[in-house]
């Protein structure tokens, strides 16, 4: 890893990474980064690896790795974060995310996690990973998409596995917020679920983050 950016706004969490990505990658440049918008400036640079936090104060940690993957499609983004819910990990693999990893892990862990990032395994902690097997296992097959949801409400929920919040699933549709909500309900309705992760993993599975937005790079 030649150039690695950290973005954490506590600033003692964030030399802590720091030293741990030192001794992993020796030769590597870092460029550090405390919020969305600090972020933001660093990432006109490209980079081979980001560790991102998810809360950061002007933002969230989603909206640094939509910046990353349109910047630097290449990078290996890890999110590193004591959030290790459901609804956080499918939102940040769904946002293209490549590793999930938890602050509560040791120091050792983390280097051998990020170790690994060099012979094209993913970082992912422990329990993070035990979580998304449950979640697969717990989650039944669903319909083929286009045979219970119509255009307008595919493109929400492909929406909604790109991390998107309502406003910006509204901004990106050209529609009002109330009708973004109105479609929400009638897809968790119509694919038998009742949240967010949910609605993300169906999409994620059915390949739909992987189609850019009408403002995005095709």
């Known amino acids: 890893m030649k150039r690695v950016l950290i973005v954490e706004d506590i600033s003692e969490t964030r030399r802590w990474l720091a030293g741990i990505v030192q001794g992993t990658y020796p030769q590597a440049l870092l460029a550090l980064a405390e919020s969305v918008r600090a972020a933001s400036v660093c990432l006109t640079q490209p980079f081979d690896l980001a560790l991102i936090d998810l809360g950061l104060p002007d933002g969230s940690g989603l909206d640094v790795l939509r910046l990353l993957r349109r910047g630097s499609p290449e990078a290996i983004a890890v999110v590193t974060t004591v959030m290790g819910d459901d609804a956080s990990i499918v939102a940040a693999l769904s946002a293209g ?56 409400e595919t493109e929400v929920l492909g929406l909604i596995a790109r991390g998107l919040r309502n406003a910006e699933v509204a901004a990106e549709m050209g529609i009002a917020e109330t009708t973004v909500a109105g479609y929400i309900k009638i897809v968790y309705r119509k694919l038998g679920i009742g949240s967010r992760a949910e609605a993300a993993w169906h999409a994620n599975r059915l390949g739909l983050h992987l189609v850019p937005g009408r403002g995005e790079r095709r």
């Open 97 to 152: 995310a490549d590793g999930y990893l938890l602050k509560e892990s040791t120091p050792a862990v983390l280097a051998r996690q990020l170790a690994q990032l060099s012979i094209g395994m993913p970082a992912i902690s422990p329990a993070v990973a035990r979580r998304i097997m449950e979640h697969f296992r717990l989650t039944g097959p669903t319909a083929e998409i286009d045979a219970r949801l119509t255009e307008r």
